[in-house]
């Protein structure tokens, strides 16, 4: 049976009254969070080595309500504000950084059903409030229009928690013949939502790191798709109910921002403390006292730390003036949004350079497999090449900065 969570009446959401207006996030679910410590790591080695969540670990988020925080609380969901989504995602993935990231493939598609039509949203949470949708996102592929819905065909990278999903959204740019249909802005996109067992997964998820979170390949070929279960991917959406809150007024790539962001922090946070560790233990070749007395290391730990705890502090100041203005109807702007892209790509840049740095200064202790440092410097290389959060998204908010048209064009979602 499934159970069923009740907003918290301790940690109200949103902010307090005053000029220092504070963030109160939902802390019985941060501790149902940290609950699942003990699970988690148990089955870590078993998600790294078969390259997709333990299914132990996948039923305890679902009955920790992790699955639902995306979802409307009139379907059933906790529809949370982003910091307390945000500070979720951080706690599991200081657990393993794979349980964390498969929390992207439910709560994102959670969000994204705000778009699709009444008909469609019924069908995809039939099953209860805890969705699960991969999703691949790029490139967009080929689609039909057909009478009642879409034809699609290609083949996308990354779609996350795949084998668990019951669920797959992939994007498609909508053809007349031979010729993209085409609007003042470019081509027409749409969001289409099959069942999983529709598409062909392709065992491509073969990576450096994060390797637990079966991110292969997709594939349809003529996948009919009703047009209940489409939606047009535009930077105006009018909702309505039960997605009218401001949770679905965020940017678009918030709702991935509010997953990988914390990722990438926990994971540079696990390497600072792993070092740390080591220092206290390890005595170099040629040396008389261990890491811990050496003026680089000490040096090091101390630049880790700036670095993590500043990139933590705008990200979590940025998310929550977004959600501020979300709260008071207050449509951002593009700059705005851009603000937030790069607080969060900012995030993950730092904290493939803080885990690096922590990994350097483990010497040859870092190179073994038994060594936690070894697998957080995998996932934060690997993190840092997410087409939402890339060092190239720096170049996406410059070009909002300058006035300049962004060749990214979801930053305006």
């Known amino acids: 049976m499934a159970t069923t969570f009740e907003p918290s009446t301790t940690a109200p959401r949103g902010f307090a009254p005053g000029p220092d207006t504070r963030f109160a996030v939902d802390e019985a679910l941060l501790a149902r969070a940290r609950s699942l410590e003990p699970i988690i790591r148990e089955h870590a080695d078993a998600t790294e080595r078969e390259r997709r969540l333990a299914r132990p670990v996948v039923d305890a988020m679902r009955e920790a309500g992790l699955f639902r925080m995306f979802t409307p609380r009139a379907l059933g969901g906790l529809e949370l504000d982003p910091v307390t989504v945000a500070r979720v995602a951080e706690e599991i993935a200081s657990f393993d950084s794979a349980a964390a990231w498969a929390l992207q493939a439910g709560n994102t598609g959670a969000w994204w059903a705000s778009r699709f039509p009444e008909a469609g949203v019924a069908e995809i949470f039939a099953d209860g409030p805890d969705l699960l949708m991969a999703a691949s996102f790029s490139p967009p592929h080929r689609a039909e229009e057909v009478p009642g819905g879409y034809r699609i065909t290609g083949r996308g990278p990354l779609a996350s928690t795949i084998h668990d999903s019951p669920w797959v959204m992939m994007t498609a740019i909508v053809f007349d013949g031979e010729q993209p249909r085409m609007t003042p802005h470019g081509p027409v996109i749409v969001g289409l939502v099959m069942h999983a067992s529709e598409v062909e997964i392709v065992d491509t998820w073969h990576s450096l790191g994060m390797r637990g979170t079966d991110s292969n390949d997709v594939a349809a070929d003529g996948v009919f798709v009703p047009a209940a279960r489409s939606a047009l991917i535009t930077p105006v959406v009018e909702l309505r109910a039960p997605f009218a809150g401001p949770l679905y007024r965020l940017p678009a790539p918030a709702s991935v921002d509010v997953v990988i962001a914390p990722v990438a922090l926990a994971i540079a946070r696990g390497a600072i403390t792993e070092l740390r560790a080591l220092a206290d233990r390890k005595t170099p070749i040629g040396a008389m006292k261990t890491l811990r007395h050496r003026a680089a290391v000490q040096s ?61 200064m483990s010497g040859t202790s870092g190179v073994y497999t038994r060594n936690r440092l070894e697998r957080h410097f995998r996932d934060a290389q690997t993190v840092r090449h997410h087409g939402f959060l890339s060092e190239s998204r720096l170049e996406t908010v410059g070009q909002v900065y300058l006035g300049v048209e962004p060749e990214f064009a979801m930053v305006a979602f």
């Open 300 to 360: 090091a730990v101390a630049e880790g730390e700036a670095l993590l705890r500043s990139a933590r502090l705008l990200f979590y100041d940025t998310l929550a003036a977004t959600w501020r203005r979300a709260v008071d109807g207050e449509a951002a702007t593009l700059e705005q949004k851009a603000d937030l892209m790069l607080a969060s790509a900012h995030v993950v840049r730092t904290a493939a350079q803080v885990t690096d740095l922590m990994h350097r």
